[in-house]
């Protein structure tokens, strides 16, 4: 069984423009969760997703960040019109139902120029 | 809100060494406590967790006890090695597959 997958690992964007962040969850795990890590922090909660559905997304910014995760394919983090602040590591956890236990991917390192 | 505190690192110890990274929560309700662990340049991997009171959570000679009395999860290691370095998460969640909350990290370096 394959663990969680993310691509890209590492994404450079220059100001303004689009980044997307994908993310795999393992096999049979139909929730989601991204989180973001700043330089020297701890991961901050974004968002939780359930197939077709945003469960929780209080910690996601208001404008600028979206998330979903379609039925088919995989869960997609869209940051527009990147700025130097978004500089950051990007991680997807998966879990199945009724387990409370989180399961992560590698990461996705976002740079803003 | 929910939150975790971990003490500030970095730590520096030498190989053999015993280790305590203490970790303290506030949390509304009884939450299920985690330990983990992130290698340089890697994501985040489940060191151990604790879902109740005395509970305790083992693995790779890691070990934390569920203190709800002090609201602590401290993790202890009697003998650390090289290998052990990187930095470690305390985090709690409440069942229900809620989001993670987070410690800052303790980033550990042993040396030979």
């Known amino acids: 069984n394959a663990g969680v997958m993310q691509n890209p690992r590492h994404l450079v964007r220059r100001r303004g423009q689009e980044a997307r962040l994908r993310c795999s969850p393992m096999?049979?795990?139909?929730?989601v969760y991204w989180y973001r890590q700043l330089p020297e922090e701890g991961l901050k909660f974004m968002v939780y997703?359930?197939?077709?559905?945003?469960?929780?997304e209080s910690g996601m910014p208001k404008e600028r960040f979206s998330a979903e995760f379609p039925k088919e394919g995989p869960s997609i983090l869209r940051i527009q019109q990147v700025v130097r602040g978004d500089s950051a590591a990007y991680f997807c956890?998966?879990?199945?139902?009724?387990?409370?236990?989180?399961?992560f991917g590698p990461g996705t390192r976002l740079t803003v120029l | 809100g929910d939150s975790v505190t971990q003490m500030e690192g970095p730590v520096t110890l030498s190989e053999e060494a015993f280790l305590t990274i203490n970790c303290t929560y506030t949390?509304?309700?009884?939450?299920?406590l985690f330990w983990y662990v992130q290698y340089p340049g890697e994501g985040l991997q489940l060191l151990l967790k604790?879902?109740?009171?005395?509970d305790k959570g083992s693995n790779k000679g890691f070990e934390a006890t569920y203190r709800k009395e002090t609201t602590s999860f401290h993790l202890e290691k009697g003998s650390v090695q090289v290998s052990d370095s990187a930095v470690y998460f305390c985090?709690?969640?409440?069942?229900?597959?809620?989001?993670?909350?987070f410690g800052k990290g303790t980033r550990l370096s042993v040396i030979a």
């Open positions: 096999k049979g795990h139909s929730h």
């Open positions: 997703l359930q197939k077709e559905n945003i469960i929780d």
């Open positions: 604790a879902t109740k009171a005395d």
């Open positions: 956890a998966s879990s199945p139902p009724s387990i409370n236990e989180q399961f």
């Open positions: 949390a509304t309700g009884y939450p299920s």
């Open positions: 985090a709690l969640s409440f069942s229900g597959n809620t989001p993670l909350v």
